[in-house]
T-cell receptor
C-alpha cells in the first residue's frame, strides 16, 4: 500500500516568510509525528497527534511553529516568520494506534535564505 | 534528558564481513527499541524493532537488547555494499510516544 507522503519535497523561502508543509499518513494509521533533521543535529521530535486527542507539542522549538491535523488524517506544519536556523529536512511519520513502529515519509527539505 | 548514544563512525567493513553497530540509552524505563537505515538524501527506513531482552533475527540482521546494561546492538551478517548507509538507533520510553534518536553510525561496506 501507499506509504507516508509529504509535500512539497523541496521548499526555498525568504527569511520572514511563512511556510506550510503537508503530511498524508499511511491509511489507517491514527498516530502522526513530525520530526526535523538538521545537518549535524540528528532527528528531533516536534509534535505528535493521536486520533482526536490533544497533540503533544512538547518538541516545538518556538511559538512560530504550529501544526494541525484535520479529520484525523492529513497534517499541516506551519512555520511563521521563518529564520535561517529553521532550514532542515522536516520528516513526518505515522504508526498504528498503540504500536511504536513508526514509518517515515520522504521529507520536505526547507531552505530559508 | 533522555539520551541515545551511538558511535558516529565511520565504520568500514569488507564485503561479506559482519558489521556490528552499538547503541546505549539513558532512560531505564525505555521499552521499545528500533534500528533505522538512512541512505544519503533519503528518509529513515525501519529495519528492526526489538522489545525484549535477547536476540531477534530477521534475514541478515540481528538486533540484540540488554536492558540491564541499557544497550542495544545491530549485527549485519554477510555485509554488502548496498548496506552502506547511516544506521540510526531509536528508543521509545513508553509514556511518551515519540522516538528519541541517536546521531547515527555511518557504515561503509567495501567491495
Amino acid at each position: 500500500g501507499a506509504g507516508v507522503s509529504q509535500s512539497p519535497s523541496n521548499k526555498v523561502t525568504e527569511k520572514g516568510k511563512d511556510v506550510e508543509l503537508r503530511c498524508d499518513p499511511i491509511s489507517g494509521h491514527t498516530a502522526l509525528y513530525w520530526y526535523r533533521q538538521s545537518l549535524g543535529q540528528g532527528l528531533e521530535f516536534l509534535i505528535y497527534f493521536q486520533g482526536n486527542s490533544a497533540p503533544d507539542k512538547s518538541g516545538l522549538p518556538s511559538d512560530r511553529f504550529s501544526a494541525e491535523r484535520t479529520g484525523g488524517s492529513v497534517s499541516t506544519l506551519t512555520i511563521q516568520r521563518t529564520q535561517q536556523e529553521d532550514s532542515a529536512v522536516y520528516l513526518c511519520a505515522s504508526s498504528l494506534a498503540g504500536v511504536d513502529e513508526q514509518f517515515f515519509g520522504p521529507g520536505t527539505r526547507l531552505t530559508v535564505l | 534528558q533522555k539520551e541515545v548514544e551511538q558511535n558516529s563512525g565511520p565504520l568500514s567493513v569488507p564485503e561479506g564481513a559482519i558489521a556490528s553497530l552499538n547503541c546505549t540509552y539513558s532512560d531505564r524505563v525505555s521499552q521499545s527499541f528500533f534500528w533505522y537505515r538512512q541512505y544519503s538524501g533519503k528518509s529513515p527506513e525501519l529495519i528492526m524493532s526489538i522489545y525484549s531482552n535477547g536476540d531477534k533475527e530477521d534475514g541478515r540482521f540481528t538486533a540484540q537488547l540488554n536492558k540491564a546494561s541499557q544497550y542495544v546492538s545491530l549485527l549485519i551478517r554477510d555485509s554488502q555494499p548496498s548496506d552502506s548507509a547511516t544506521y540510526l538507533c531509536a528508543v521509545n520510553s513508553g509514556s511518551a510516544r515519540q522516538l528519541t534518536f541517536g546521531s547515527g553510525t555511518q557504515l561503509t561496506v567495501l567491495p
